[in-house]
């Protein structure tokens, strides 16, 4: 989904880990519906970052992982999912060792990796690191490993439910919005083409304008159809009102979950942490170094600092050069477009509001 209003600075960062992310592509494919995770990465108020082990784990253990449930789910079908819906909104993050480096919790997480391990067996430890720096962000994960140093929580379905919520609230203003914005345009269009008129045709056009609304009004339609519209507006508003009011109540209580499971950093961000949050919400199109350098909390001109993100972005792999001279964090999972058909996102808005539609519905009956 392409944002038309607002901007991607008022999106929540997410990191995801591989427990997190294998659990909620398992509930969706068992139900074959949208989780909140999903509907929050498509209504963009979530931006949504991995490890590269995290990437390695989930696609070498979920076949295995969707069989482990109690009521097993179809591989194949858990892996379209991933594919087709999950990996598209994904970045994946080559996590340099340097981030966190002086923080106690991410030397705590790198200390519960046996040293003795398979190679197979991946540290968390760059999952830590990638939140702190994009902190304040929010981890999705199931790791004691993870969530016994406040990097997340196991129970993390509130904190989805918050995301997409947020996500509805964007969309209905952006709905909103668009006739506005859509009425203005032509009005203007209008204006300007009623001032390129000679005053001969201003002035016909303006009489031809009044003789038309003083017969619309004269008949006694004008009045028939303003008790219309205002008929038919009172029914929407009985309609969509209370699900607004149910948005807006849950965005007042969201405040408290996002207190609950926001990540944050207690001490200052290097140059390549606070490059890596500031990529987190590039557009598609990167940024420049400069543009980076405009945002960044360190001494010196602004030529100086241009020039040390500079060597920073150039000599770090967390960061990709998408054409000359413009950079993102990391690098898309899959370059292919999410699929996610339109009933899909209109099942979930249903589900999420349907204690207000069963309400509706008993009121009609009584």
């Avoid at 480096?101 to 968390?124: I, L, Q, T, W, Y």
């Avoid at 009005?187 to 031809?208: E, N, Y």
């Avoid at 004269?218 to 008929?231: E, F, L, S």
């Avoid at 309609?239 to 149910?246: F, N, S």
Wanted: contains cysteine; hydrophobic residues 40%; glycine residues 6%.
């Amino acid at each position: 989904m392409t944002r038309i209003l607002g901007s991607r600075r008022t999106t929540r960062l997410f990191v995801g880990d591989t427990g997190g992310l294998m659990n909620d592509i398992v509930q969706a494919a068992r139900r074959e519906k949208l989780t909140s995770l999903l509907a929050a990465l498509h209504l963009e108020s979530a931006l949504l970052y991995i490890p590269r082990h995290v990437l390695i784990e989930v696609e070498r253990d979920l076949a295995e992982y969707a069989l482990k449930p109690r009521k097993p789910v179809n591989p194949e079908s858990a892996m379209k999912w991933w594919r087709d819906s999950y990996a598209p909104y994904m970045r994946v993050v080559d996590v340099p060792d340097d981030w966190g480096a002086d923080d106690p919790r991410v030397e705590a997480v790198g200390n519960r990796h046996d040293p003795n391990a398979p190679p197979e067996k991946f540290s968390d430890a760059p999952t830590a690191r990638l939140a702190l720096a994009l902190a304040e962000c929010f981890v999705i994960c199931r790791d004691d490993d993870l969530t016994d140093y406040s990097f997340g929580r196991h129970e993390h379905l509130e904190l989805l439910h918050a995301a997409a919520n947020e996500g509805e609230k964007q969309y209905v203003d952006m709905m909103a919005g668009l006739p506005l914005i859509i009425g203005g345009s032509l009005a203007k269009v209008g204006v300007d083409g009623f001032r390129r008129l000679s005053p001969v045709a201003q002035i016909c056009t303006a009489i031809g304008a009044g003789a038309l609304a003083y017969l619309w009004q004269r008949n006694g339609r004008a009045r028939r159809q303003i008790k219309r519209v205002g008929t038919e507006f009172s029914g929407l508003l009985q309609t969509v009102g209370p699900p607004l009011m149910q948005i807006q109540a849950r965005l007042a209580e969201n405040q408290a979950v996002w207190e609950r499971h926001s990540v944050r950093r207690d001490g200052p961000a290097s140059v390549s942490e606070q490059a890596a949050r500031i990529l987190a919400y590039a557009p598609h199109s990167g940024m420049l170094a400069v543009e980076i350098a405009k945002e960044l909390q360190a001494p010196g001109s602004l030529a100086a600092r241009t020039t040390a993100v500079r060597a920073t972005l150039e000599k770090s792999g967390a960061f990709t050069q998408v054409s000359r001279g413009r950079w993102q964090l990391g690098e898309p999972v899959i370059e292919n477009r999410p699929t996610l058909k339109p009933q899909l996102m209109a099942d979930w808005v249903k589900r999420a509001h349907e204690e207000v539609a069963l309400h509706q519905s008993e009121k009609k009956t009584r």
